[in-house]
């Protein structure tokens, strides 16, 4: 049924003592009375998995509803989400929460605890995480805090316990008191910029392990900061671009959008990860040699900085290596064509002497006999090709002393 202005004058979450678990859970019909007021409804949105729960939208407000069961998608033009909307609601299992949104009220999320996973459009522009938005989200496992973020409250994520590992992005100047206390799963934040301001008591016990860049300030020299472990890690690099070549590939990596300059990479196929090649410096070409010609390859990256190294990178595009391309030989180089005959073109056989490269022949007498009438017949001292084929015969070359040279011959009509 839909969440109407009548309604918020009727607790829509259970009013408990102000020294109970749930902290100010007895302000929520006074704040979302304030948020709303008798304003006429912009719009509502649905919330439960049969379609009969509403969240109604008043003057760019989202305000939650006790019903609500399932995912929440809250429409582009919402500004803001209440004090207190969706607090108290178990049956809450995601949202998503739109670019437009600039302010997430006092306990926003608090104790919803079968929120497991909270969704920001790309592009999103709030500025901070309110007091309390997340305490008590017990069920929370999934959260990316968006680059617009500079705040992030106190006890935003206190008693969080599902939670293990978030990332503050490097926009995050300030973390207010207690906000991850109590988190008592969470063993992993890491930290994408400057060490920023912290309130008491902001991360759980026992210690966590804190992950900064080695480029980061504000972290001191030593193994831990505000009572977390700390340790090194570096961002994946951009994802390398790649050209084929013969049996082998060369990939590009450039430096990276964020953190430490990179002392090395290593580029590596996905289809064969024994296949890789380093590239020095923070960034630059190498190839993968050794591929097979015909297959199709593609390449992740990982960089180092001395200090960690980073996950892969996304894979290339593809590329398929080629063979070696078949060596044709200079005609230049190739054998002259053997002596060939004109037919009907009589020469001389002094003409055929040359022609057969008969050394020796100064100062002799020529005579030839032929064994091929049909393709060639001799006439004094000449030769008449009459047919194309091959004309055989002996030249006998007779010296004015000496014996008689014989020097068989085949030579082709054209």
């Known amino acids: 049924m839909p969440f109407t202005p009548s309604e918020v004058e009727r607790p829509a979450f259970p009013m408990t003592s102000p020294r109970s678990s749930h902290g100010i859970v007895w302000l929520s019909s006074l704040l979302a009375l304030f948020a709303v007021g008798h304003a006429a409804a912009l719009g509502d949105v649905n919330c439960s998995v049969a379609g009969t729960v509403s969240v109604n939208i008043t003057t760019h407000t989202v305000n939650g509803h006790a019903g609500c069961v399932g995912s929440v998608a809250i429409p582009e033009g919402v500004t803001a989400i209440g004090a207190l909307a969706f607090g108290n609601v178990p049956g809450l299992t995601s949202v998503t929460i739109p ?3 600039t302010s997430i009220g006092l306990y926003a999320f608090m104790s919803a605890t079968g929120l497991t996973e909270v969704t920001f459009a790309p592009g999103s522009q709030l500025p901070s995480i309110g007091i309390g938005a997340f305490q008590g989200a017990s069920g929370l ?6 680059d617009s973020v500079t705040t992030i409250g106190g006890f935003a994520f206190h008693s969080a316990t599902s939670l293990t590992s978030i990332t503050i992005p490097g926009s995050v100047t300030t973390i207010g008191p207690a906000a991850f206390r109590g988190a008592s799963s969470l063993t992993r934040i890491v930290f994408g910029g400057n ?16 992950y900064r860049l080695s480029s980061a300030a504000g972290f001191g020299d030593g193994s831990s900061w505000q009572g977390l472990t700390l340790a090194y890690w570096m961002p994946a690099p951009r994802t390398p671009s790649a050209v084929a070549g013969v049996g082998s590939a060369t990939a590009t990596v450039t430096v990276p959008a964020v953190g430490p300059a990179p002392t090395s990479s290593t580029i590596t196929a996905v289809e064969d990860p024994t296949r890789s090649c380093t590239v020095t410096g923070a960034s630059g070409s190498c190839t993968v040699a050794g591929l097979t010609a ?3 390859y593609t390449f992740t990256a990982t960089a180092t900085d001395g200090h960690a190294t ?10 398929t290596p080629t063979t070696a391309p078949v060596a044709v030989a200079d005609p230049g180089a190739l054998p002259p064509p053997p002596p060939s005959l004109v037919k009907g073109r009589t020469v001389t056989l002094r003409y055929l002497v040359r022609l057969l490269g008969v050394p020796g022949v ?5 005579r030839a006999r032929v064994t091929t009438p049909t393709v060639c017949t001799i006439a004094q001292d000449r030769i008449r090709p009459r047919a194309r084929g091959l004309c055989k ?3 006998m070359i007779t010296p004015r002393k000496g014996k008689v040279r014989k020097r068989p011959f085949a030579i082709a009509v054209r």
Do not use: E, K, W, Y
């Open 141 to 146: 496992t999934r959260i990316t805090i968006p």
């Open 362 to 366: 100064t100062g002799v007498t020529l």
């Open 294 to 296: 015909g297959s199709t």
């Open 195 to 210: 060490a920023p301001a912290v309130g008491m008591d902001a991360f759980p016990n026992p210690p966590t392990l804190g």
């Open 310 to 319: 980073s996950a892969a990178s996304g894979a290339s595009n593809a590329v």
């Open 393 to 395: 015969g002996t030249l």
């Open 99 to 101: 670019s437009s949104v």
